[in-house]
C-alpha cells in the first residue's frame, strides 16, 4: 500500500518568508509525529498528534513553529518568519494507534534550506 | 528522560565481513528500542525492533540485535557485509505515557569496502 507522502520534496525560500510543510500519513494511522533532522542536532522530536489533537508540541523549537492536522489524516507543518537555522530535513512518520510498541512509518522528508 | 548514544559515528568495514553497530540507551523505565536505515535522501526505514519476550530480534536484510538489559545496550549485527548495507543506522528509545515520541541517537555511517 500506500506509504507516507510529504511534499514538496524540496523547498528553497528566503529568510523571513514562511513555508508550509505537508505529510499524508498511511490511511487508517491514527497517530503522526513531525521531526527534524539536522547536522548539529541530529533527529528531534516536534510534535506529536494523535487524530486531530496535538498532546505534545514540546520540542516545537519556537513559536515561529505551528502545526495542524485535519480530518485525522493530513498534517500541515507551517514555519513563520523561516530563519537560517530553521534549515534542515523535516520527516514525517505515522503509526497505526500511537502506542507504546506501534512501529512509526517515515516519509522521505523535505528538505529546507533558508537563504 | 530517555538517551540513546551510538557508539562511533563512523563504521567501515569490508564487504563480507562482520557488522557491529553498537548502541546503549537509558530509560527508567523497560524500553522499547529500534533500529533504522537511512538511504541517502531516503526517510527512515524500520530494521527491526524489541517490544517484550526474546531477546534477540531478526530484522530485515540479515540483520539482528540482541537486547541486554545487564549493560543497557541494544546493538546491531550482521554476520556477512554486503555493499548495498552501506548507510546511515539510527538506534531509538521509544517514549512512554502519553507520548511515544523516538529519542534518536547521532547515527552511524557505515561504509562497505570491495
Known amino acids: 500500500g500506500a506509504g507516507v507522502s510529504q511534499s514538496p520534496s524540496n523547498k528553497v525560500t528566503e529568510k523571513g518568508k514562511d513555508v508550509e510543510l505537508r505529510c499524508d500519513p498511511i490511511?487508517?494511522?491514527?497517530?503522526l509525529y513531525w521531526y527534524r533532522q539536522s547536522l548539529g542536532q541530529g533527529l528531534e522530536f516536534l510534535i506529536y498528534?494523535?487524530?486531530?489533537?496535538?498532546?505534545?508540541k514540546s520540542g516545537l523549537p519556537s513559536d515561529r513553529f505551528s502545526a495542524e492536522r485535519t480530518g485525522g489524516s493530513v498534517s500541515t507543518l507551517t514555519i513563520q518568519r523561516t530563519q537560517q537555522e530553521d534549515s534542515a530535513v523535516y520527516l514525517c512518520?505515522?503509526?497505526?494507534?500511537?502506542?507504546?510498541?506501534?512501529?512509526?512509518?517515515f516519509g522521505p522528508g523535505t528538505r529546507l534550506t533558508v537563504l | 528522560a530517555q538517551s540513546v548514544t551510538q557508539l562511533g559515528s563512523h563504521v567501515s568495514v569490508s564487504e563480507g565481513a562482520l557488522v557491529l553497530l553498537r548502541c546503549n540507551y537509558s530509560?527508567?523505565?523497560?524500553?522499547?528500542l529500534f533500529w533504522y536505515v537511512q538511504y541517502p535522501n531516503q526517510g527512515l526505514q524500520l530494521l527491526l525492533k524489541y517490544t517484550t519476550g526474546a531477546t534477540l530480534v531478526k530484522g530485515i536484510n540479515g540483520f539482528e540485535a540482541e537486547f541486554k538489559k545487564s549493560e543497557t545496550s541494544f546493538h546491531l549485527t550482521k554476520p556477512s557485509a554486503h555493499m548495498s548495507d552501506a548507510a546511515e543506522y539510527f538506534c531509538?528509545?521509544?517514549?512512554?505515557?502519553?507520548?511515544?515520541?523516538?529519542?534518536f541517537g547521532k547515527g552511524t555511517l557505515l561504509t562497505v569496502n570491495p
Open positions: 531509538a528509545v521509544q517514549g512512554t505515557g502519553s507520548n511515544y515520541k523516538l529519542t
Open positions: 512518520a505515522s503509526s497505526p494507534l500511537g502506542g507504546g510498541a506501534d512501529t512509526q512509518y
Open positions: 498528534f494523535q487524530g486531530n489533537s496535538a498532546p505534545d
Open positions: 530509560s527508567s523505565v523497560p524500553p522499547y
Open positions: 490511511s487508517g494511522h491514527t497517530a
